[in-house]
């Protein structure tokens, strides 16, 4: 069993294990959790093997005790002594911009567009400061251009955002007809002119308070990443959003400063007793149902902003 992310570096990297290791079944958890619930950790420890790509999941432990586990992953982790292979550049002090460059590594994977949309889609524009990979310049001399791997990122993180797991996981099989097969599904194109709206609706919203923007929204789809993102990409603010959903909080903090660290406030809210995780220039967190400006302000006072 493959168990990936959700989002197009998650999808990318899926479709690189499965031309390089075989076809296999496929499994995302749960939109929205970093994590397996009972239900999740029931089906997918039926399984012999378990390979979790993107992904870093507090349950490996557990799925050692019912299977084989191999992991692959470029976000901040600490080993999993009982995986048969825990494959992480993280691990040796090195950070990787997407999963599909540490498969590309991995498994003397070619750089193609896979590997390309993987990167693009976790780093959007900084993906052309990247000075260790050359991988959108090689794209450029096979014609895919940074605005074409943009929008299939676009489209394929459409998916995860109005909380289609099915069709998250359908995307995976898309992906590996061609970067031209994602670009004109049309599905994915409607998804994305309903996400657009929302996400204009509620970056409208948004307060600046001096150099950062704060917005407290409820909205059911999966938008807060994307609603941070724009914020902080395309405003150039630091950004805190927080998400008030029926049964949970979300929360998330991402800046476009690149000396910002983001590492201390993931393990200050796993103090707290939350699910948190993320890289330097990001963190979300999964809270308890208004507990949202709770953590907001425990941030800012770390901050000191």
């Not at 432990?61 to 009982?82: F, K, M, N, P, S």
């Not at 994602?182 to 409208?204: F, G, R, T």
């Not at 993320?278 to 941030?299: C, F, H, N, T």
Request: proline fraction near 4%; glycine fraction near 6%; aromatic fraction near 10%.
């Amino acid at each position: 069993m493959i168990i990936h992310h959700w989002d197009t570096d998650g999808i990318a990297s899926a479709a690189i294990f499965i031309k390089k290791r075989g076809e296999d079944k496929l499994f995302t958890p749960k939109i929205g959790n970093f994590f397996l619930d009972e239900g999740d950790f029931h089906t997918v420890a039926k399984s012999e093997r378990i390979n979790i790509l993107d992904m870093n999941l507090p349950d490996a432990g557990r799925l050692c005790e019912h299977a084989e586990v191999y992991i692959y992953d470029h976000h901040r982790a600490e080993r999993v002594d009982c995986a048969k292979e825990h494959y992480n550049p993280y691990l040796r002090g090195e950070h990787y911009p997407s999963c599909t460059t540490v498969l590309m590594e991995r498994f003397e994977y070619p750089p193609d567009y896979l590997v390309a949309l993987g990167v693009v889609g976790d780093l959007g524009p900084k993906a052309k400061e990247l000075k260790r990979w050359d991988i959108l310049k090689t794209m450029e001399k096979k014609g895919i251009t940074y605005d074409m791997l943009k929008r299939a990122a676009e489209l394929l993180d459409s998916s995860f955002k109005l909380m289609k797991r099915d069709e998250v996981v359908e995307n995976v099989h898309l992906v590996l007809q061609g970067l031209d097969a994602i670009l004109s599904a049309e599905h994915l194109q409607k998804n994305v002119e309903k996400i657009n709206a929302e996400i204009d609706n509620w970056v409208s919203k948004a307060e600046l308070r001096g150099h950062y923007y704060f917005l407290k929204m409820r909205s059911p789809y999966q938008l807060i990443s994307a609603i941070t993102r724009k914020l902080a990409w395309e405003l150039g603010k630091p950004a805190i959003v927080v998400n008030e959903k029926e049964d949970r909080d979300e929360f998330y903090i991402r800046s476009p400063d690149a000396n910002f660290n983001a590492l201390p406030l993931i393990d200050m809210a796993k103090t707290m007793g939350y699910r948190a995780g993320g890289k330097r220039e990001v963190m979300g967190a999964i809270l308890p149902k208004g507990e949202g400006d709770k953590l907001a302000q425990k941030v800012l006072e770390v901050l000191k902003w």
